[in-house]
């Protein structure tokens, strides 16, 4: 059985049509990690995968049971940390944990809570209200919360924003804990370093569907090299024009021209007719970044390669 199935789904809000028709596996106990721009609709996908929203079209199953029909049993078996944190500013941080092991029928809270807390490296503030917490620290909170009960799918929403790097790799070393546990992780990130590190499998969005799914090694391989150009300072607007007025697309990527594969010949010679100085003339190396921003310059147009 799959931890998460999703057919079809697709959710507008009024006019705006979010996700168009979302296909796609997570398998248990794997990081499963969810790219996209900001407001491709990762949260939108989330919110319908952990009931607390219903998609217009599609269908979607969490460890074999409908979000819809089965809302009750499948919250049981998940757990969420959204990117608004939902702690009680004027409770401690203890407390909160307090509450949520209570709410979700924990047995041992003391273990439970102080296991956590010395994973996370909360112990020394957890005695103090959770409004005098710094953004990463109500982030680690919050994360702790998340795990509290054993949940059988943990929905992480960018647990890792705002966290310092020390902290930030606890975080990842938990997240392969709870995967190497059996549990399945579903994470999203605006770092592509961590998708790259903590995946099983990504999942890019773009326009409403995932127009790439694969391993990380999977999607380096399969991208479509580009081409890297920078010319003399001062030049670049005229090299732009040259290759507008020849009909070549470009993209600028860090002030640096960027061409596809197929447009680089045909360019090189246009900037060789004119009078600009080119320094660089390289092919990219494909990480994830170059990628992700290829997707979402291309609009998606190297879904299938
Ligand atoms: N309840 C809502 N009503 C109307 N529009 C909404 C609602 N929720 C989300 N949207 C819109 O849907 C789109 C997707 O939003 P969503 O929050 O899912 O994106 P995201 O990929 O999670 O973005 P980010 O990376 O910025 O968190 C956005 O245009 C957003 O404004």
Redesign the pocket.
Known sequence: MKAITVRGVRKD?GK?A?LKGIDLDVEQGEVFTLL?A???????LINILTTLSRPNHGTVSIMGLDPIQDGNRVRKLISLNA?TATLDGEFSGMENLRLVAQLRGVKDRKTAITTLAERLDLTSFLNRQVKTYSGGMRRRLDIAMSLIGNPQIVFLDEPTTGVDPQNRLALWQMIREIRDAGKTVFLTTQYLDEADALSDHIGFIHDGVIVKYGTPNEIKQRVITTYTVQVKSGEQKVAENALAMAGIDYTIVEHNISLSAVNAKKALAVLLATSITIERFDRDESDLESIFLNVINQGGSYANN
């Not at 900001?38 to 939108?44: L, P, Y």
């Open positions: 809000f705006l979010v996209g900001n407001g491709a609709g990762k949260s939108t990117q």
